[in-house]
């Protein structure tokens, strides 16, 4: 089955540690993203890349870091530079010029 | 910075009855496009209208845009409990690799 993979599904950080997300597709898609969602928010885009090893800074991407370095694969990398880390992450991909997002399960990223 | 908002916030219907959610935006879009999101769960995509597009159908969805307006909206007829989750509208604007979503509507369908 084709889709996207985001791993861990809930993950726990101390304050100053970094934390990375995976997030894998096997869609064979050129454009990937990372989105990040607030309770009863919206989602706000940190990421997104169009294409194997080049990436563009969304709106908020302040805080966080990725890499495209394969075509399946787009981690992100929440630093302890980013003030409020606790929140729902999003991975999306999509074919291109088509603009119809695949979305992945989402990652659950609490601060202690 | 978000392009499009949805109304209502929330809206609780009966099974059976119909489910109306609109979307406003502020500039001009290339396409529209709904997704639905259940609890904890990530987005699905329901349908794209393009610009040039003023009525789409899929299944018990319709989706209209008034790009006059600036406006679109989502119809689900007769709902179903298995119909309650978030509803997000979403433009592309420029290049359609970048989506801007709404902050959606949660729609609660009892049975």
């Known amino acids: 089955d084709g889709g996207i993979t985001q791993s861990p599904k809930y993950l726990f950080r101390k304050e100053g540690q970094n934390v990375t997300l995976s997030c894998e597709q096997n869609?064979?898609?050129?454009?990937m993203y990372w989105y990040r969602q607030d309770p009863g928010q919206g989602l706000r885009l940190i990421y997104y890349s169009q294409i194997v090893n080049d990436f563009q800074k969304g709106d908020i991407a302040e805080g966080y870091s990725v890499s495209r370095e394969k075509k399946e694969s787009f981690p992100l990398t929440v630093t302890s530079a980013q003030k409020n880390p606790t929140a729902f992450y999003l991975c999306a991909s999509s074919g291109t010029f088509t603009g119809e997002l695949f979305f992945g399960e989402g990652s659950r990223l609490t601060v202690l | 910075s978000q392009q499009g908002e949805e109304d209502p916030q929330a809206l609780s219907i009966q099974e059976g009855e119909n489910a109306t959610m609109n979307c406003s935006y502020k500039t001009s879009i290339n396409n529209l496009q709904w997704y639905r999101q259940n609890s904890g769960r990530g987005l699905v995509h329901l349908i794209l209208i393009r610009s040039n597009e003023r009525e789409k159908h899929s299944g018990r969805l319709r989706v209209t845009l008034d790009t006059s307006k600036k406006s679109s909206s989502l119809l689900i007829t007769a709902s179903r409990a298995a119909d309650t989750a978030s509803y997000f509208c979403?433009?592309?604007?420029?290049?359609?690799?970048?989506?801007?979503f709404g902050k959606g509507t949660l729609l609660t369908v009892n049975p």
């Open positions: 869609l064979n898609h050129d454009a």
């Open positions: 979403a433009t592309a604007r420029g290049s359609n690799y970048k989506l801007t």
